[in-house]
């Protein structure tokens, strides 16, 4: 948060927050336009974007020991994609600053996500009725790739919007204030503590379907469920950032190398470790070029692809 554009000296900012975490006034010797970007603008962006972080490594936790594979995340789900199918044809109609306002755009991508994998999950159901995992993964790609095209269309005929389009798909933290690192932070808390209470399932389900049946687990029941709070989770991570990939792919298998496979220590530790990941990539994006900023979802896509290769390879050696 000390770091960008303007600088803010440590022990100022430890003073800023102090104060005002107590209520008590702020020393004179501290410069007022200090205190402004430290507390109105950096911390709640530095928060969000810690929050979305945990969202987004939680839920790819989750969907990579549910459908058992370890390229499953939001976007394997078409979760991303649905959401910004929202947003797009929000803003080409031009009523994306109405209604809600501020909250328009969130409330509307985080809707049409959800939306998304109920439907993913529902025409799974309908053509699987034990409803496998690549059965899942497999109508989760192919919509994907429909809603992409849709995607593409949409920007093609309304370029007036494409700056616009591009930079929702791209994710940013610009411009986030306290109600909105709020929001994610209760959306994280509440599917996380959710997501604990089903830890010795998830822990069961990475064996197989037939296996975890043999257990006693509702296999359905239980990837329904597990299924809807990560989406959840993304949901309210994508609609305060935008679509930001390899957080969800790469912090889970980096977690799972550090502290083991069990999920009691795999969820949190995946939500921690994400957090700090994407606020990194966050305070990287806005001052590598400061004082332009480019988008946070570049940053992670270019540290996110070279350490999924190192992992993969580094893996298949063994």
Not at 119 to 146: C, E, P, Y
Not at 253 to 265: D, E, I, N, P, T
Not at 295 to 305: N, Y
Request: proline share 3%.
């Amino acid at each position: 948060m000390s770091i960008g554009s303007v600088s803010v000296p440590v022990k100022e900012g430890v003073t800023i927050v102090f104060h005002k975490i107590t209520g008590t006034a702020i020393p004179d010797s501290v410069n007022p336009s200090l205190i402004s970007i430290l507390w109105e603008i950096r911390m709640p962006r530095t928060l969000c974007a810690f929050f979305v972080g945990a969202a987004l490594s939680a839920s790819g936790a989750v969907m990579q020991s549910v459908l058992q594979n370890p390229l499953a995340s939001s976007y394997t789900m078409g979760v991303s994609a649905g959401a910004t199918l929202g947003v797009a044809i929000l803003i080409v109609s031009g009523i994306a600053n109405t209604a809600l306002g501020m909250f328009t755009l969130p409330v509307v991508g985080f809707l049409a996500g959800f939306l998304t994998v109920i439907f993913v999950i529902g025409v799974a159901a309908k053509i699987d009725h034990n409803m496998q995992n690549h059965t899942i993964i497999m109508f989760g790609m192919v919509f994907s790739l429909f809603v992409n095209a849709i995607l593409t269309l949409i920007s093609s005929l309304a370029s007036d919007h494409v700056q616009r389009l591009i930079l929702w798909q791209m994710g940013s933290f610009s411009g986030r204030r306290w109600i909105h690192a709020g929001i994610v932070c209760v959306c994280v808390i509440v599917g996380g503590i959710i997501l604990m209470l089903w830890h010795r399932e998830l822990d069961i389900m990475t064996f197989g379907d037939e296996q975890a049946m043999s257990l006693g687990v509702d296999t359905k029941k239980s990837k329904v469920i597990l299924l809807v709070i990560a989406s959840f989770l993304t949901g309210a991570a994508v609609c305060f950032s935008g679509i930001i990939g390899f957080v969800d792919l790469t912090v889970p298998h980096a977690v799972r190398r550090l502290f083991g496979s069990k999920h009691k220590y795999v969820l949190p530790m995946s939500m921690v470790i994400g957090g700090a990941f994407l606020a990194l990539a966050d305070m990287i994006s806005r001052t590598i070029l400061a004082p332009r900023e480019i988008p946070v979802g570049a940053v992670t896509a270019l540290v996110g692809v070279p350490f999924f290769v190192w992992v993969y390879f580094h893996d298949s050696k063994k």
